[in-house]
């Protein structure tokens, strides 16, 4: 049995009904763009009343002012009149194509990422500066920053099109990684991982479809959290 047909067998049986209305949930587009959609799409499955607005947008949303029932965020950014569920950390890779690689080498030191064009998203490394972890010490590398983009998806293809070396949450860059079209640049170096968290404007009571939404996607979103 597949597992969306599952789910909502599974739904019948625990006597949960489904749930009718819009439920409007809102992401960055790493997150957004290549996995929500599907656990949207198993959640909708045992649920067929619901319909699902998603909003995939880079910028920092205030769920309240924006209508939003729940927004996937990625970092600290503080939250006011949400509530704020911590999912756990993302990690995050430094990558580039093999098609750059084998027109350019790859950097075999931190030293020598600067020699090297690298994508970033706006807000980044400011001081054209990262920080790696390599055996328990934090290692800086000077970067050269030739593009700085305010969406992940663009940078994205950047990057696919072998234009230099970023640094992505793990599972938008997943897919290339899996497929050998990408890998990964000083493989021997951590990249402090992103904090993922749901939030939800305040409401007494919480509306059902919220609640059940929000405990579908911690367990859906876990998964991907180190």
């Known amino acids: 049995m597949e597992f969306a047909a599952f789910?909502?067998?599974?739904a019948r049986a625990s006597g949960a009904a489904s749930l009718p209305g819009t439920l409007r949930?809102?992401?960055?587009?790493?997150?957004?763009?290549?996995?929500?959609?599907?656990?949207?799409h198993r959640f909708q499955r045992s649920n067929p009343e619901l319909t699902c607005d998603l909003i995939v947008d880079d910028g920092i949303l205030d769920p309240v002012n924006e209508g939003v029932d729940i927004a996937v965020r990625l970092g600290e950014a503080p939250s006011i009149n949400c509530e704020d569920i911590d999912i756990g950390l993302m990690s995050r890779v430094l990558v580039a194509t093999n098609g750059y690689i084998a027109a350019h080498g790859a950097p075999r030191t931190p030293?020598?990422?600067?020699?090297?064009?690298?994508?970033?998203?706006?807000?980044?490394?400011?001081?054209?500066?990262?920080?790696?972890?390599?055996?328990?010490?934090?290692?800086?590398a000077r970067i050269n920053p030739?593009?700085?983009?305010?969406?992940?998806?663009?940078?994205?293809?950047?990057?696919?099109?072998?234009?230099?070396?970023?640094?992505?949450?793990?599972?938008?860059?997943?897919?290339?990684?899996?497929?050998g079209r990408a890998r990964r640049i000083l493989p021997e170096y951590e990249i402090s991982a992103l904090r993922v968290r749901l939030l939800s404007p305040r409401r007494n009571p919480m509306p059902?479809?919220?609640?059940?939404?929000?405990?579908?996607?911690k367990d859906e979103l876990r998964v991907l959290c180190v």
């Open 25 to 40: 949930i809102a992401a960055p587009s790493c997150i957004g763009d290549a996995v929500l959609p599907m656990m949207l």
């Open 146 to 179: 030739v593009w700085t983009v305010g969406n992940w998806r663009p940078l994205h293809s950047l990057m696919l099109e072998g234009e230099g070396i970023g640094i992505f949450p793990a599972p938008m860059v997943q897919e290339a990684l899996s497929s």
């Open 208 to 217: 059902e479809k919220v609640t059940r939404a929000t405990a579908f996607l």
């Open 7 to 10: 789910a909502e067998e599974s």
């Open 111 to 140: 030293g020598e990422l600067r020699k090297h064009p690298f994508l970033r998203v706006s807000g980044s490394f400011q001081e054209n500066t990262i920080v790696l972890q390599h055996a328990g010490k934090a290692v800086e």
